[in-house]
């Protein structure tokens, strides 16, 4: 990664907060909502296509997902799609559309939830991690250089510390929203 200055290290650390805030969206809380479905790809002529770009993906009510194929000769690969997916949902396919009915989770299951959304949360922090290293090894070898001096050094690290502890908070409070969402009944 290229990082030229604090602006471009807050703005990786931003897109590693996203990304786990997508990950998020992946985690079934017991409501129907059609990013369940975002990682699902399916074999449309020989080539792993994500579903939403080859249905209409809507919610008609809290516990139903409908999909409808803008071509209905994918129906049946849409439907393996999602029976091989790991959402742990079986589709129903009436020869148009196809009904995802979403069942309501145990406690056990939603526990299962917040274990995977805590490892998302993990992985996240690990990225923000990983750009705090970057972004000081690069003021390092910019001192090491003599493009600025210790004390300008001393302070960029401690701004690009201050970044981490900030984007770091911004995903334990994702995690503790999501771990909400999952565990309301």
């Known amino acids: ?3 030229a200055d604090l602006s471009d290290i807050e703005q990786a650390m931003q897109k590693a907060v996203e990304a786990t805030q997508r990950a998020f969206n992946t985690i079934r809380t017991g409501r129907a909502n059609s990013s369940l479905l975002d990682k699902v790809m399916v074999d449309y002529y020989g080539t792993p296509t994500p579903l939403k ?4 993906i809507s919610v008609p009510d809290a516990s139903t997902l409908m999909i409808q194929p803008f071509d209905p000769g994918a129906l049946s690969n849409i439907e393996k799609a999602i029976s091989l997916s790991d959402i742990g949902l079986t589709p129903n396919n009436d020869g148009k559309l196809i009904r995802l009915n ?3 989770l145990t406690s056990e299951r939603r526990k299962e ?4 959304a805590s490892k998302y949360a993990e992985e996240g922090r690990v990225s923000v991690r990983n750009i705090r290293r970057d972004g000081i090894d690069f ?3 910019k001192e090491k250089d003599s493009e600025i001096s210790e004390d300008e050094s001393r302070d960029l690290q401690d701004q690009v510390q201050k970044l981490t502890d900030k984007y770091t908070a911004l995903v334990d409070k994702a995690l503790e929203e ?3 969402d999952i565990m309301t009944v």
């Open 1 to 3: 990664m290229k990082l």
């Open 102 to 104: 979403i069942p309501p």
């Open 113 to 116: 939830f917040v274990k995977v």
């Open 139 to 141: 003021i390092r070898k």
């Open 178 to 180: 999501k771990e909400k």
């Open 53 to 56: 770009t080859l249905a209409n």
